[in-house]
C-alpha cells in the first residue's frame, strides 16, 4: 500500500527551525524524485524545495539559504530543514513523489503521489 506520512510540524516563532520529514512506503524511493509542496491559507499550493535520485536539488526563490530538502532512501524517508522561519512560511506542508530518470528536478512537474500534510505556523 502506497503511503506518505509527514510529520515534525508545528507552532514557532519567527526565526526558529522546524524538521519535517515523510516516512514513504510502497514504493522504491530510489526511483522518484521527491518534493515539498506547502499551501498557505487562501493561496494555491506552491512547490518548495525537490530532489532527485542524484541527489541534486531545486528550490523556491523565497526559501533559498533557509531550508534545505534530503533524503535517505535506504530509510524510505524525506527531510525538510527549516531554519529562519518567517510567517510566511506558515502552511500546511506536504510531500509529493514522481518517478522520474533523470538526475535534476523541477517543481512544476506532475507529482502522482501525495502526502496528507504537517500544519506549520510561524507566529510570536
Known amino acids: 500500500q502506497l503511503q506518505f506520512v509527514e510529520s515534525g510540524g508545528g507552532l514557532v516563532q519567527p526565526g526558529g527551525s522546524l524538521r519535517l520529514s515523510c516516512v514513504v512506503s510502497g514504493l522504491t524511493l530510489d526511483r522518484y524524485v521527491i518534493a515539498w509542496f506547502r499551501q498557505a491559507p487562501g493561496k494555491e499550493r506552491e512547490g518548495v524545495s525537490c530532489?532527485?535520485?542524484?541527489?541534486?536539488?531545486n528550490d523556491v526563490a523565497s526559501v533559498k539559504g533557509r531550508f534545505t530538502i534530503s533524503r535517505d532512501n535506504a530509510k524510505n524517508m524525506v527531510y525538510l530543514q527549516m531554519n529562519s522561519l518567517k510567517s510566511e512560511d506558515t502552511g500546511v506542508y506536504y510531500c509529493?513523489?514522481?518517478?522520474?530518470?533523470?538526475?535534476?528536478?523541477?517543481?512544476?512537474?506532475?507529482?502522482?503521489?501525495w502526502g496528507q500534510g504537517t500544519q506549520v505556523t510561524v507566529s510570536s
Open positions: 530532489i532527485s535520485s542524484a541527489g541534486r536539488t
Open positions: 509529493a513523489a514522481v518517478p522520474s530518470p533523470w538526475t535534476v528536478c523541477l517543481l512544476n512537474w506532475d507529482y502522482h503521489y
